[in-house]
T-cell receptor
């Protein structure tokens, strides 16, 4: 299977704290992406990091990528209650195939 | 305007029935997908179509038959529904080349009784 894995499966933090989620994958990639899914909704793209990049920032999001370890992390700084959602990593190859990790359920307590 | 729209949003049916889920995207993308999300939120790719041609069929039972009449539409037909087919089915689209992002529909929750 080309499916990735994420840890932790669930994360509960206080508002204002930082949240870190990790993703591991198995195959070579063109890029790695992170998505957010609110309860009962579709997935929404957050950030994309290319295979030749090591770190990327977007607002309160910071993504790192280590292709030698086939792993990535997503850091959300200064979390808010509205950040409560499930977060998924997805790997993309040049064949336009996207494979998702198992997801991390984040709860931010006000 | 919804970029990727799928209907119906909810579908409740009996075992053995046949049902369809429709998907349309107005983004001009070349590639469309069907994903299945189970009760543990595990998201598994089922099919990928590029310009109406099947690219990926990931060990999906042949009771599932995708149909792409044009590159803006990818419908999913399921025959002889089973209890294990209960899940949320997501349609998505992307530009060709694997360099962009996936755009998802809101999902279709299928419940088989």
């Amino acid at each position: 299977s080309q499916q990735g894995e994420e840890d932790p499966q669930a994360l509960s933090i206080q508002e204002g704290e930082n949240a870190t989620m990790n993703c591991s994958y198995k195959t070579s990639i063109n890029n790695l992406q992170w998505y957010r899914q609110n309860s009962g909704r579709g997935l929404v793209h957050l950030i994309l990091i290319r295979s030749n990049e090591r770190e990327k920032h977007s607002g309160r999001l910071r993504v790192t990528l280590d292709t030698s370890k086939k792993s990535s992390s997503l850091l959300i700084t200064a979390s808010r209650a509205a950040d409560t959602a499930s977060y998924f990593c997805a790997t993309a190859n040049t064949g336009n195939q996207f494979y998702f990790g198992t997801g991390t359920s984040l709860t931010v307590i006000p | 305007d919804t970029a990727v729209s799928q209907t119906p949003k909810y579908l409740v049916t009996q075992m053995g029935n046949d049902k369809s889920i429709k998907c349309e995207q107005n983004l001009g993308h070349d590639t469309m997908y069907w994903y299945k999300q189970d009760s543990k939120k595990f998201l598994k790719i089922m099919f990928s179509y590029n310009n109406k041609e099947l690219i990926i069929n990931e060990t999906v039972p042949n009771r599932f038959s995708p149909k792409s009449p044009d590159k803006a539409h990818l419908n999913l037909h399921i025959n002889s529904l089973e209890l294990g087919d209960s899940a949320v089915y997501f349609c998505a689209s992307a530009l060709a080349g694997g360099t962009g992002e996936l755009f998802f529909g809101e999902g279709s929750r299928l419940t088989v009784l």
